[in-house]
């Protein structure tokens, strides 16, 4: 099984508004860097589209190791909470509907298919790759106001 690094970020301006997504996957000494954007999203969807893409480039099933700075995608697969809430048909331990059912749904099938694991890193912190994904999402993220302004 190939070992794969993968490292994502989010960006968005305004919670809904313009965001963009960044990933780095790094295998067998290659580098690949992905990245898109949507003109009206929140952060949270961007974190999740940042790792899903990126997983859904993998061609095969792999050995990976992810590492974001968005708590809310680490704990969600860390702690079980996202397979809970699909579970329980997408509802939370306070019985409100989950968000991002959409993108939680995905990305549980995705790493089905891998085996993987979910690491924090601490954003704007030096982290080489997380500042480069953070590039790369701010990017897109400002080609989206650019295009709907």
């Given at each position: 099984m190939r070992k794969v690094y993968i490292f994502t970020d989010g960006a968005?301006?305004?919670?809904p508004g313009p965001g963009g997504w960044g990933a780095i996957l790094r295998c067998e000494g290659k580098e690949r860097e992905l990245s898109g954007g949507?003109?009206?999203?929140?952060?949270n969807r961007m974190e999740l589209t940042g790792v899903?893409?990126?997983?859904?480039?993998?061609?095969?099933?792999?050995?990976?190791?992810i590492q974001t700075d968005s708590k809310y995608v680490?704990?969600?697969?860390?702690?079980?909470?996202?397979?809970?809430?699909?579970?329980?048909?997408?509802?939370?331990?306070?019985?409100?509907?989950?968000?991002?059912?959409?993108?939680?749904?995905?990305l549980l099938n995705l790493i089905a298919r891998h085996k993987v694991q979910f690491?924090?890193?601490?954003?704007h912190a030096g982290h080489v790759e997380n500042e480069r994904?953070?590039?790369l999402a701010v990017k897109q993220r400002d080609?989206?106001?650019?295009?709907?302004n």
């Open positions: 968005c301006s305004g919670n949507e003109p009206i999203t929140t952060n899903i893409e990126a997983l859904d480039a993998l061609k095969y099933s792999c050995d990976v190791i680490v704990d969600g697969i860390n702690k079980g909470w996202a397979a809970r809430w699909r579970a329980n048909g997408w509802l939370k331990a306070d019985k409100m509907p989950a968000l991002n059912t959409d993108l939680w749904g995905r690491k924090w890193v601490k954003g994904c953070d590039t080609e989206q106001i650019a295009m709907y």
